[in-house]
T-cell receptor, first 115, second 118 residues
Framework: AQTVTQSQPEMSVQEAETVTLSCTYDTSESDYYLFWYKQPPSRQMILVIRQEAYKQQNATENRFSVNFQKAAKSFSLKISDSQLGDAAMYFCAYLGSGSGYALNFGKGTSLLVTP | GAVVSQHPSWVICKSGTSVKIECRSLDFQATTMFWYRQFPKQSLMLMATSNEGSKATYEQGVEKDKFLINHASLTLSTLTVTSAHPEDSSFYIC??????????????FGPGTRLLVL
């Protein structure tokens, strides 16, 4: 079974600064996808960024980028120029064919953004 | 973008009653829908996978007779919590996987249903 580990229960960043959230995973599959989801207080899950395992290039979406290290099974999220609206729970998630394409979530990291 | 709705968004019920939660994909067809449960300050835990026209697949430890899932059409899946008890109080979230026209590995989440059993 695939496991997703987020070792940082809480992180804090000052507005306009950069923060990196870590995620590691364990799998024996060769074809899979990785995601970062944001869950604000409304609890609506919002897709932040996705990465296909077969792609070597790290995904980027505006201020959000990932550092995907396939051999190390690491998938960290970097948020640049942090904004107050970035404050939320962030979940790293794995999706592979072996799980019937159901998402397997890490425990989450609570991000606090201070003015 | 793709929209998934859930109804109701918030429900309070008495212990022993049954509650039905609907999950609808509004602008796409979803062969597969997933039901997750999230307790306060915890992650999302997959309860079951719902496939249109067939029986749902439940995760280990989830009672299929207690959490009845029906996926009668390509746009609707329902979760019925039967004989609800206070320990069933939680946040239930559905997600839908598009049949075609969209990346199959992409899931779209509903806004969730908060269930409180008294």
């Amino acid at each position: 079974a695939q496991t997703v580990t987020q070792s940082q229960p809480e992180m804090s960043v000052q507005e306009a600064e950069t923060v990196t959230l870590s995620c590691t995973y364990d799998t024996s599959e060769s074809d899979y996808y990785l995601f970062w989801y944001k869950q604000p207080p409304s609890r609506q899950m919002i897709l932040v960024i996705r990465q296909e395992a077969y792609k070597q290039q790290n995904a980027t979406e505006n201020r959000f980028s990932v550092n995907f290290q396939k051999a190390a099974k690491s998938f960290s999220l970097k948020i640049s120029d942090s904004q107050l609206g970035d404050a939320a729970m962030y979940f790293c998630a794995y999706l592979g064919s072996g799980s019937g394409y159901a998402l397997n979530f890490g425990k989450g990291t609570s991000l606090l953004v201070t003015p | 973008g793709a929209v998934v709705s859930q109804h109701p968004s918030w429900v309070i019920c008495k212990s022993g009653t049954s509650v039905k939660i609907e999950c609808r994909s509004l602008d796409f067809q979803a062969t597969t829908m997933f039901w997750y449960r999230q307790f306060p300050k915890q992650s999302l835990m997959l309860m079951a996978t719902s496939n249109e026209g067939s029986k749902a697949t439940y995760e280990q430890g989830v009672e299929k007779d207690k959490f009845l899932i029906n996926h009668a059409s390509l746009t609707l899946s329902t979760l019925t919590v039967t004989s609800a008890h206070p320990e069933d109080s939680s946040f239930y979230i559905c997600s839908a996987r598009a049949t075609s026209g969209r990346a199959p590995e992409t899931q779209y989440f509903g806004p969730g249903t908060r269930l409180l059993v008294l």
